[in-house]
């Protein structure tokens, strides 16, 4: 198995207040609408406890027809409006695709927000997984940015 470590860094200036980009950074109907990692993809939370620390989430994430990879996401820092910090592992039919610390931090910006996101990538399955890691928190945040406009 070959691994490789990766560093992901975002900054976005969004158009709601710090409590409203919180809410939607914790919130499972929000987070299935901005969060697909493509234009043919959903993300399913369903019937999942709320994010507190110490929590852990189970979601799939895929093409619409078949969504097919397993996300378990364990929050662990909910300072809200301010600071949200949590695990992600990813796996398909069985072998794990890889893991994920996302850090976002949050501070008001005029009438929007600032938001800084660090996410810091273990892959377990090869090169191209780093793409799909950079390709798909690119389009969500994106969509994060257009959820508030």
């Given amino acids: 198995m070959t691994t490789q ?13 710090p409590v409203r980009v919180f809410a ?61 910090i949590y695990a992600e592992t990813l796996s398909a039919e069985g072998e794990t695709l890889g893991c994920s610390l996302a850090t976002f931090e949050l501070s008001p910006e005029g009438a929007g927000t600032a938001m800084q996101a660090r996410i810091q990538i273990v892959n377990f399955v090869g090169a191209e997984m780093m793409g799909e890691f950079e390709g798909g928190w690119t389009h969500a945040l994106d969509n994060l940015s257009k959820h508030f406009r």
């Fill in 5 to 17: 470590l990766g560093t992901l860094e975002f900054t976005r200036t969004l158009g709601a207040d």
């Fill in 24 to 84: 939607a950074l914790t919130n499972q109907a929000d987070r299935m609408a901005w969060g697909p990692p493509d234009v043919d993809s959903v993300v399913l939370i369903e019937d999942q406890p709320e994010a507190a620390p110490g929590v852990r989430e189970t979601s799939r994430v895929g093409p619409r027809d078949n969504p097919y990879v397993d996300v378990a996401t364990d929050w662990i820092v909910i300072e809200a409006p301010a600071r949200l």
